[in-house]
């Protein structure tokens, strides 16, 4: 992708000869297609088996949940300097919830409360859905559905407690955290549901996938049918949907399939999306779809990230979006171009999340590493640093002429 | 200049163990004079393709350039870091890829690249984050097992290595600076001692015997003895010399220097210092003794230990170290000159120590040098007692050590050897007149016997023949053998162990077994008939020797014609199949067959024999003209022909 320098691109914006879109393009291509793996912070290696889901609390942007097959939940606090020494600095995980001791099987996802840093909620395959206390890490409340639960989501706007949960059970159930008990059932998805969102501006907004790759939008309280079935005609996305993710405007819905084919689409236009993006890297299985063979392992879905402007409108519009293989794409959905894919882990990559304010990545993996990803930090490397990074050819190997 | 694939492609496709120097060189060259990088990413290019090879020796060879870049290059590692998980995948199996054969060299591989990532780690994760991420993966998720690589690499690790020694120095030093600081407190009083005393001892000198160099001075007026130092009469001057005055002196001088003349000087050592101890000047020699002996037995021990020490600190380090190692050397050589001077004035430590015994200023002091009272003599021993003993006086005996002792013989336990050795001599020599003299006349009995006599080579029991006694253990002292017995009156041998030495010992000898030869008549197929039979074969006749070929020596030919002549064995090809064939003809069951199923495989593969030729393992591969230069192990298996593919179907059971 191309990288101009920023001060040309903003010289071409103030002579006219770039349009609006065209510079904001530019300048998005210069900044998130150029991230690169931290040099000077790294995780912990806390994860004993893939990590299925992260999750940054929207307060204040400081701590990280993540969780996965092992059944463990870590809480990172993002700010928390580890020991000054040579190359990265490590984050330790400050709390966390050991693998057992929780849920009892494999973690599908979790999620912060999206109005404070109090409490978040995480569901299983274990059949439960878990609300916990964030300052004590211990279990508040819990919600058994009986079956493997995919994904659990809570309303962005704070109107109400209800959480959301798709398994693969043809329901979507509706647990009112109010009274620990479920409030509704919807009638979703025949062979279940593998991802859930929740719209950031109506309250009861709610939009699902299903393995069947169908993607509904729903208001919950019209409780006998659904709002759209997006795709017209088709499905969605064939395979099934993997990820969902409303824009900040609440008018976008970014899908991805369990093939890494990405689309965006428009609430008010469902019979097609906006943009289509297939997948970059070719699938190896023939298109039989369905969970098994999804690239995204056992859970069949992955989690989506989007940047979020700081200030102004503009900016919430790089998506990053798991491929399925080592990488991790990135996505400008303001105009579906992809630039540069990320690549830094080591086996299927199954969740991102992004920073606000620190224009920071985590992604997630099964190869139970957390990367954090950033700009290339330009300021220079400490002499140690340089001493490593020097070349060190002997003096016997002279420089050919 | 070579492209750097080919370069790749020759270190590659050695097969050797360590990678061929002088093209890794080239390699090095090449990358390292290339500023924009492109030789560089051509060279990562090649090697990964290297690395993908379907050969495990290969993929070793491209790992180890690859690890010669990685420590050389920032920009080799950031092209390695980039592609980690094809490098797993190539290098480690991971991904459920699989390693290419050979086996052997799979499995160094694997070692290798372990050891290789884990020094990657150890050495680079600070810079390239994405290897610790990788470690991680390896570690535990593909379980690789990196204790032995961490081993490997502690051992050989070249920043440690420089750390270990680094410390090591580090410690030196200070220990170093520790010990000065100990020696510059040990000195600080002791040094002033021992100047003082050797200043004193000086003086001591000065008023016994002058400097040369004073002694032509005002000096040799008190001294007038030590004049004979310089007589040399030959010297026209040395009247003026001898006449009492600095000037002329420096007359002569003069003169000598205008004139080139030279003064020799001949000191004859012997009467170089006439000092004897008087009365007068008892006092300066009891000074000198009290101070040579502080000086010998106190200051030079310590003086020695001070310079041993300082010796082994390093001066350049410290300066302070060398000043005071200077010093300490012009002490310890000031101490030697003293020494010397005592000695050549008589009063050395052992003179010293007589002097302490008896009483101070007495008048023998002339016989100080006479360092050993004299000792009365032995007694006289007896001449018989004291004959030679068999070994060379001081030439110990390493068995019985006090041999050579002179007080021994008065020992009344012992009995010299020669007196044993005597006592048995005689014996014998008696013994042997008598069997000389019956051996002198003829005894018809003798005679007859001595012709039934077996004829026996000669060993121990010859020996001992007869003998009544065998002595043992000359040595006169008890001696318990673990076999003989203790021989503790007599010095001979006990009744059983001399009839046991008097036995004859025969050793059985294995009969010669008969070799049967091979019959090696020529079969069809080239080979030679193994049959091995004592008197003839069945199928060749008689065996007769043959030459190379099988064919019959001249000489042995073969009279009776084989049996099978005018029925040659079938196929020709195992003589016991066709022995069997002619012994039980049969007709083939592919003539008669009527299904499948009666088919014998016997007769299918001598139709499979007949129409493709003997199987081909006995046909011998033509030898290639040259050797190819890769040693890398073949991987190739051998490739089925038609001919085998049938014989395969048809030995399938059905």
Known sequence: MESAPAARIVRGRARGTTTAAATRRLLAARTYGALALAESKRLARAHTAAVHSLSIDAAQGRYLLSAGADTSIQLYDLDACGPAGPGARQIEAVRCVPPGAGHGRFISSVAWYPVDSGMFSTSSFDGTLRIWDASTVAEACQFDLECRIYCQAMSPTGAHALVAAVSESAYIRLGDLRTGAFAQSLLAHQSGGTAVAWSPVAPYVLATGGTDGSLRLWDIRQAGSHLHDFGGSTVAHAGGVAGLLFAADGQRLVSSGARADVRVWHIDSPQSPQFDLPSDTPSEDGGGGGRTSARYGAAGRCELALTTASGGAAGADILFCPNGDTTVSVIDIANGRRLAPLDGHFATTLCAAWRPGRAELYTGGADSNILVWCAPERAAPDEDLAELQADAWSESEPEAE | ?654
């Open chain 2, 1 to 654: 200049m070579p492209l750097p694939e080919e370069l790749v492609a020759e270190l590659t496709t050695a097969g050797r163990d360590t990678l061929d120097p002088q093209p890794l060189r080239a390699l090095k060259v090449l990358c390292r004079g290339d500023r924009s990088g492109r030789a560089l990413r051509a060279t990562f290019a090649a090697l990964l393709e290297a690395l993908g090879k379907r050969h495990a020796q290969v993929r070793v060879a491209a790992l180890q350039t690859v690890h010669e870049l990685f420590c050389r290059s920032h920009e080799f590692r950031l092209l390695v870091t980039g592609q980690l998980p094809l490098v797993f995948r190539l290098a480690f199996g991971a991904y459920h890829a699989r390693l290419p054969p050979p086996a052997q060299h799979a499995a160094r591989l694997r070692r290798l690249a372990a050891e290789c990532y884990y020094a990657w780690v150890e050495r680079y994760s600070a810079a390239y984050q994405r290897l610790v991420y990788g470690f991680r993966y390896l570690r535990f998720v593909e379980q690789i097992d990196f204790k032995d690589a961490a081993r490997a690499y502690r051992h050989n690790d070249p920043e440690r290595v420089r750390r270990r020694r680094q410390i090591h120095a580090d410690n030196k030093r200070e220990c170093m600076r520790r010990l000065l600081v100990a020696i510059k407190a040990d000195m600080a009083d002791m040094y002033r001692r021992i100047v003082a005393s050797l200043d004193a001892l000086e003086q001591c000198f000065e008023i016994l015997m002058p400097d040369i160099a004073s002694m032509f001075g005002e000096s040799n007026r008190e001294w007038p003895r030590a004049e004979h130092a310089a007589a040399d009469g030959a010297y026209p001057y040395e009247d003026d010399f001898e006449g009492d005055d600095d000037d002329d002196l420096d007359e002569v001088f003069a003169v000598m220097a205008a004139n080139r003349h030279a003064i020799n000087v001949d000191i004859d050592p012997d009467r170089v210092l006439e000092t004897e101890e008087t009365d007068a000047n008892a006092a300066v020699f009891d000074a000198i003794r009290d101070h040579i002996k502080l000086c010998v037995h106190v200051y030079r021990p310590r003086v020695d230990v001070w310079l041993a020490k300082l010796g082994r600190i390093d001066c350049d380090a410290d300066t302070d170290a060398e000043r005071l190692l200077e010093s300490v050397r012009g002490l310890s050589s000031r101490m030697a000159v003293a020494e010397a001077k005592c000695r050549d004035l008589g009063v050395d430590a052992f003179s010293m120590r007589h002097r302490q015994g008896g009483p101070a200023g007495n008048s023998d002091g002339g016989d100080d040098d006479n360092d050993f009272e004299d000792v009365p003599d032995m007694p006289e021993r007896s001449q018989a007692s004291t004959r030679r003993l068999p070994s060379a006086p001081g030439k110990r005996n390493p068995v019985f050590s006090l041999l050579g002792e002179r007080g021994i013989v008065a020992d009344p336990t012992y009995v010299p050897p020669s007196v044993l050795r005597d006592r048995h001599a005689d014996r014998a020599t008696a013994q042997y007149a008598e069997e000389r003299a019956q051996a002198a006349k003829p005894n018809p009995v003798e005679e007859r016997l001595r012709e039934s006599a077996p004829v026996v080579s000669y060993g121990p029991d010859l020996m001992y023949w007869g003998q009544r006694e065998i002595s043992a253990n000359t040595s006169g002292l008890e001696i318990r053998h673990r076999f003989l017995g203790s021989a503790r009156d007599e010095p001979i041998l006990s009744e059983t162990a001399r009839r046991n030495l008097q036995m004859r010992t025969v050793y059985y000898q294995e009969p010669e077994r008969p070799v049967i030869r091979a019959c090696r008549a020529p079969l069809r197929d080239g080979r030679l008939c193994p049959r091995r039979d004592l008197v003839r074969c069945p199928l060749h006749g008689a065996v007769v020797p043959r030459d190379e070929q099988g064919n019959p020596q001249p000489g042995y030919e073969s009279s009776e014609p084989p049996a099978d002549k005018g029925t040659p064995p079938a196929t020709g090809a195992e003589p016991r199949t066709s022995s069997v064939a002619t012994a039980e003809p049969r007709t083939s069951s592919v003539a008669t067959a009527e299904t499948l199923a009666d088919l014998q495989c016997e007769d299918l593969e001598e139709l499979v024999d007949r129409k493709f030729g003997p199987p081909a393992r006995q046909r011998r591969a033509p030898a290639k003209p040259t050797r190819p230069r890769s040693s890398l192990a073949s991987i190739r298996k051998p490739r089925a022909s038609g001919a085998d593919r049938l014989r395969q179907i048809i030995r399938r059971p059905k």
